[in-house]
């Protein structure tokens, strides 16, 4: 899929240095994939960049690197960058995987967590409630909101596993999944209650009950799976 890219010029940042430049370009770039504003498969040609974003060919090539490196971006010889595909079977993927990680990751936080990190737990989760409850009375709630919130609470679950790589892991597949969830709130074909799957998660973890915390986490991360498979077969 194509995708032509027609709306206005997206404001390039003023910053100063080359560095900063290609820091701002990744960063925009990377925003306007994970929300869809540059569609699965668009082909990313360097005047198209330029005219939407304002950055020069070397800035935006070196950024879309990154992106390649992050699996938000393909490039092939001879035919130049473009958005990576979603598809149902990636996502199986996606989510076996995380599910794998994300359950190590919090079994080991609840077993080292402290106070502090119980704190982190409550706080994460009272501003997802909040923004939560907004959502069902007030829909024009920015999807980047929401997606703070949520990201804030997972991360929030495991920030007391020790482990740097399991940490940095994680990071990686929740960006990449974080596509497939927006499309998945866009498209509510399924009738789903996130609150309360959140909600269960949150209670087990302060009860310190690793297996039921990681059972319901693990069941959480895979209706998102449930619902892309009906939305992508419609």
Excluded at 78 to 84: I, S, Y
Excluded at 142 to 150: G, I
Aim: net charge neutral; hydrophobic share 40%.
């Amino acid at each position: 899929m194509d995708t032509n890219v027609t709306s206005a010029p997206v404001a390039a940042p003023k910053v100063g240095t080359a560095r900063s430049l290609v820091e701002a370009a990744h960063e925009t770039i990377r925003h306007e994939i994970l929300i869809g504003a540059l569609a699965p498969e668009t082909k990313l040609r360097f005047e198209m960049l330029r005219k939407r974003y304002g950055f020069g060919a070397s800035t935006l090539r070196e950024a879309l690197t990154r992106l390649v490196g992050e699996a938000l971006v393909t490039s092939e010889e001879q035919k130049g960058f473009r958005v990576a595909p979603v598809s149902i079977e990636d996502l199986a993927d996606l989510t076996r995987t995380r599910v794998f990680l994300e359950k190590e990751a919090l079994r080991e936080s609840i077993r080292c967590g402290d106070d502090a990190w119980e704190g982190r737990v409550v706080a994460a989760y009272h501003r997802l409630s909040k923004t939560e409850a907004r959502l069902l009375t007030s829909p024009e709630i920015p999807q980047d909101e929401f997606e703070l919130r949520n990201r804030e609470f997972h991360q929030a679950l495991i920030s007391a596993c020790p482990s740097r790589w399991l940490n940095h892991l994680y990071g990686v597949l929740f960006q990449q999944s974080e596509r497939y969830r927006r499309i998945s709130l866009v498209n509510r074909k399924v009738s789903r209650d996130v609150h309360a799957e959140h909600k269960a998660i949150f209670e087990a973890a302060l009860a310190r009950d690793a297996d039921l915390a990681c059972r319901v986490a693990g069941e959480h991360i895979e209706r998102t799976l449930s619902v892309m498979s009906k939305v992508l077969a419609s």
